[in-house]
T-cell receptor, first 112, second 112 residues
Framework: EAQVTQNPRYLITVTGKKLTVTCSQNMNHEYMSWYRQDPGLGLRQIYYSMNVEVTDKGDVPEGYKVSRKEKRNFPLILESPSPNQTSLYFC???????????FGSGTRLTVV | KQEVTQIPAALSVPEGENLVLNCSFTDSAIYNLQWFRQDPGKGLTSLLL?????REQTSGRLNASLDKSSGRSTLYIAASQPGDSATYLCAVKGSTLGRLYFGRGTQLTVWP
């Protein structure tokens, strides 16, 4: 089944403890992207990647890192999480510039 | 920067009504526009994708139109059902490769 898989689905962590949220797609898509969704603010793009080793910042990149070493994987790294990074995170992928996006099921992160 | 606005923010209607959800965007230089559905606490499900060269797309009871020059799209839902209750999101793929901009959504409730 063609899909975008995020792990974990739920995560509770403490301030400052490094964490990684994984994202993998099995559709050979070129473009991958991370978003966070917050009440009243909607979905905002964190980082995106146009291909292996090509990444760029979205609207809210502060406090996050990404890497794209393989086409199928695009992990989101929080080096030192803070409570303001508590949010619902989505990974998405798209075949090409003209393609639509497929979204993962989301990761609900709570930083205490 | 691309700004995407969705009106109304919320809509509550009886079953059987035909509905129109509106999406507007400020920069007409887009690749495509995608409509999504999101159920509470869930991921995004793609409904319709309209390329910048197209005027409309249809899927079952859903019809989406695009007027790129005026920066508007509408999602028409025919004969609404309680199962249509969800938040509907409009997303515009901008001229910068990899960038996707979301509206804040229209929360739809269809009651029996």
């Amino acid at each position: 089944e063609a899909q975008v898989t995020q792990n974990p689905r739920y995560l509770i962590t403490v301030t400052g403890k490094k964490l990684t949220v994984t994202c993998s797609q099995n559709m050979n898509h070129e473009y991958m992207s991370w978003y966070r969704q917050d009440p009243g603010l909607g979905l905002r793009q964190i980082y995106y990647s146009m291909n292996v080793e090509v990444t760029d910042k979205g609207d809210v990149p502060e406090g996050y890192k990404v890497s794209r070493k393989e086409k199928r994987n695009f992990p989101l790294i929080l080096e030192s999480p803070s409570p303001n990074q508590t949010s619902l995170y989505f990974c998405a992928s798209s075949l090409s510039v003209g393609g639509g996006y497929t979204f993962g099921s989301g990761t609900r992160l709570t930083v205490v | 920067k691309q700004e995407v606005t969705q009106i109304p923010a919320a809509l509550s209607v009886p079953e059987g009504e035909n509905l129109v959800l509106n999406c507007s965007f400020t920069d007409s230089a887009i690749y495509n526009l995608q409509w999504f559905r999101q159920d509470p606490g869930k991921g995004l499900t793609s409904l319709l994708l309209i390329q910048s060269s197209q005027r409309e797309q249809t899927s079952g009871r859903l019809n989406a139109s695009l007027d790129k020059s005026s920066g508007r799209s509408t999602l028409y839902i025919a004969a609404s059902q309680p199962g249509d209750s969800a938040t509907y999101l409009c997303a515009v793929k901008g001229s910068t490769l990899g960038r996707l901009y979301f509206g804040r959504g229209t929360q739809l409730t269809v009651w029996p």
